[in-house]
Every structure is written in structure tokens, then in C-alpha cells.
């Protein structure tokens, strides 16, 4: 079960038996203002931007992952249209939770591997096409679910493994489509059913619910009981630091000992260098650039329910939510970390905003074009949001070097 670590004050009692030495954890005699400010500002981000994000990307992939079992269980003649298109908008609200999330990779995520396990794309399908034609790795995909779930291959895994199964061409699948054989170029030399696809999703989904659970509780102390308890018991998956902490409690002890958050002032500048700026990199130079320039064509998130730029808009929205205090905040919170770089005079705070809103509004050109970045990755409204994007990225290290000067 999960440890819990116990900050303890300790005072030399022989040098001067009549000194109080005060063991108040919320003694900020010593702090600045400065400090104090900071301080609020991430008490408010870790529970209401990451444990919110984390805690809807929980829920909405035990959805999915129950709506497809059901799925898989009624059977294809039984099943209605409308059956995957409630499975399709699930999908979508997890794809966009997760996407929303992407501004704190930093944390779990990345140190338990977790953001390559369930959202590497392009997709393997030659060797996604060979193993669903195989009848022992159906058999074990049907009968152990998320345990069989490797035998596909790592890169088949996730998200783009599903989004694959449930989109083509933008659209949600067709039931008439799945009734019958894999019509995907890849899959010609191989026999693989609609029915084969359902059993694989479904295992991928319980695989993808599993390692978001773990994110969950790795970060937020008081995530849902039954989840811990079996990410620790049944998966034997980490929930904790190497200090006892989970991600949360590690950045909101910033300062304390134990925390390997030194002080507020690199709590604040992980937000927004190993957090917002490390995304904004990636969608601009890797996410776009890669299709754009063409140095890697394959390289285009969400291909098949065509969502690229959605992905990208929500990147995006994390980064804001962070800047902002708040999971969905469109305007900055009261202790916000953009209302402590204006009240601690920044000069750079008014050229922070401009780039995000400009981000913000190019990306939102991108997703109202009505054509999808996989069908033209080179478009004018492309270039436009690396451009804003990396504009953004220069002033959120511009930013965390201020921060730092606190």
C-alpha cells in the first residue's frame, strides 16, 4: 500500500533549553513575498490543473475501456451504430483529457515511461496486421486483456492502436465495415475480422485505463482507493517517489526536506520549462514540423480520426491551464503563476500573454480550416502555429529564467 512520509522538525534542545523552535509547517517567517506568492501559485496548480486533468483522464478511459468490453461482449450482430459512435465520443473526451495533460510530463509520465507505452505513433501495422491474424494471439488477447496486450507490440498500443480500430478517414467506423474483413492495404495478404479488431481494442483500452490509473494515483494522494490497490497490488506499478512521495505531494512540499523541490522558485520553473516549454517544443518542431517539412511524413498524430490539430489546441490549452491556476481556465486565477510574474513586475508578462493568445488564436485557425493536417501538412495555417509556437516557447524560458532571479 501506498507509504506516506512524515516531515520532522528537529531542535537541538541542549543549547538553550528555554528557545521555542517552532515545528508550524506553515511557518513562512523566512519566506519572501516573492516565495509566498510562488507558493500559492503551485498550491493551486498541482490539485486543480494536474490532479483535475489526471483524475478525467482516469475516468474517461475506465469508460471506454467498460463501453468496449460491453461492446465485445453483446457481439457484432447484435451491436448498433449507435453503440460505437458512444464508444467513439468516449474515446475522444480521453484522447482530449490526455492531450490536456501533456503541459506536466515531467512528472510520472516520463519517469515511469508511460507517456511512450500509450501514445507512440506512426503505428507498426505490418506487424499489427501479422499478430491480428494469428489465432493463439487473438485467443490470449480475448481471454487476458490488457495482460496479452505486448504481444501486438509496443507501438500498436494506446491510444493510436484504438483511434485505428475506431476511426477511418475522419469518420467513426461504420458496423457494416467491422462485420466484415480488414479492408487496410497493409492487412491485404491477411485474413483479419472486424470481431478480431474489437477483442485487440478492448485489451489495448483495459492496458491504457491501467496506465492511466497509475498516473492518477502516482500524483494525487487521495486518488480513488480500489485504483491504487490494484495498480500497486495487481500490476505491481509504482506510485510512489523514491522519497515516499507521490508527484504531488513531492512539489507541494517544495522546500521541506525529503522534496526534491529545493525551493519554490525551481518548483515554478519546472512548470515551465520541463512542463509548458517542453511541449510547445514538441508541437511545434516535432508534432508539425516533421509532416510539414516532410522529414518525417508518417509522422502525424491522430491520422485516422483526423484530430491532429485538436491534439494540438489542447497541448496548447495545457500550457494555458497551467499559466492560468485552473483545469479549463480561459482568464488567470487570482494566484496564478501569470499573476505572480505580473506582481512581482516582470516585463515580460504583457509579451507571455500576447504569445499565448496568439498561439491559441492560430491554432484555433488551424482546427476551424476544416482540413486536416494529415490531408495537407503543409499549410499556410500550419506555418502560422510553429511560428506562434515557438514565439511562446522563447517567452516561457524567458519566463522561468525571471522566476528564478526571485
Not at 465495415?177 to 495478404?189: C, I, R, S, V, W
Not at 491551464?321 to 513586475?345: E, F, H, R, W
Amino acid at each position: 500500500m501506498r507509504r506516506f512520509m512524515n516531515f520532522i522538525c528537529a531542535a537541538a534542545v541542549a543549547v538553550a533549553p528555554f528557545i521555542l523552535v517552532s515545528c508550524n509547517p506553515e511557518d513562512n517567517t523566512k519566506e519572501s513575498e516573492a516565495e509566498k506568492q510562488l507558493k500559492a501559485a503551485v498550491e493551486e496548480y498541482v490539485p486543480d490543473v494536474i490532479y483535475e486533468i489526471y483524475g478525467n483522464l482516469a475516468d474517461a478511459t475506465s469508460k471506454l475501456y467498460d463501453q468496449l468490453a460491453a461492446f465485445k461482449a453483446k457481439g457484432l450482430g447484435s451491436a448498433s451504430q449507435s453503440d460505437i459512435d458512444a464508444i467513439c465520443a468516449t474515446f475522444l473526451d480521453a484522447r482530449a483529457q490526455w492531450e490536456a495533460s501533456e503541459a506536466f510530463l515531467y512528472g510520472a509520465a516520463t519517469v515511469y515511461g508511460i507517456d511512450p507505452h500509450i501514445d507512440t505513433w506512426p503505428l507498426n501495422k505490418d506487424k499489427l496486421a501479422k499478430e491480428l491474424s494469428n489465432a493463439a494471439v487473438i485467443a490470449d488477447l480475448d481471454e487476458e486483456g490488457a495482460r496479452a496486450a505486448d504481444e501486438v507490440g509496443v507501438s500498436n498500443l494506446g491510444f493510436h492502436g484504438i483511434e485505428f480500430i475506431l476511426f477511418r478517414d475522419g469518420a467513426n467506423r461504420k458496423l457494416s465495415d467491422l462485420k466484415g474483413n480488414e479492408k487496410d492495404e497493409t492487412f491485404a495478404a491477411y485474413k483479419v475480422s472486424g470481431a478480431d479488431e474489437i477483442i485487440f481494442a478492448t485489451a489495448v483500452a483495459e492496458d491504457l485505463r491501467n496506465y492511466c490509473w497509475q498516473l492518477q494515483a502516482a500524483w494525487d494522494p487521495d486518488a480513488p482507493e480500489d485504483r491504487v490497490e490494484y495498480v500497486e497490488e495487481e500490476l505491481e506499478l509504482n506510485t510512489v517517489m523514491d522519497n515516499g512521495l507521490t508527484f504531488g505531494e513531492n512539489m507541494l512540499a517544495a522546500t521541506k526536506p525529503g522534496s526534491t523541490m529545493t525551493t519554490w522558485q525551481r518548483a515554478v520553473s519546472t512548470i515551465l520549462v520541463a512542463g509548458c516549454s517542453n511541449i510547445c517544443n514538441e508541437v511545434a518542431n516535432s508534432k508539425i514540423a516533421s509532416a510539414y517539412y516532410a522529414t518525417d511524413p508518417d509522422y502525424i498524430e491522430s491520422p485516422y480520426s483526423k484530430k491532429s490539430y485538436t491534439d494540438f489546441l489542447n497541448n496548447l490549452l495545457s500550457i494555458q491551464y497551467s499559466l492560468y491556476g485552473k483545469a479549463g481556465a480561459s482568464t488567470p486565477s487570482k494566484d496564478c503563476i501569470m499573476k505572480v510574474l505580473g506582481n512581482q513586475k516582470y516585463s515580460g508578462v504583457a509579451a507571455l500573454q500576447s504569445a499565448l493568445d496568439e498561439a491559441v488564436k492560430a491554432l484555433n485557425a488551424c482546427v476551424a480550416s476544416g482540413v486536416a493536417f494529415v490531408d495537407d501538412p503543409d499549410a499556410a495555417c500550419a506555418a502560422k502555429a510553429m511560428e506562434t509556437l515557438n514565439t511562446l516557447d522563447a517567452e516561457l524560458n524567458k519566463a522561468a529564467d525571471f522566476v528564478e532571479t526571485l
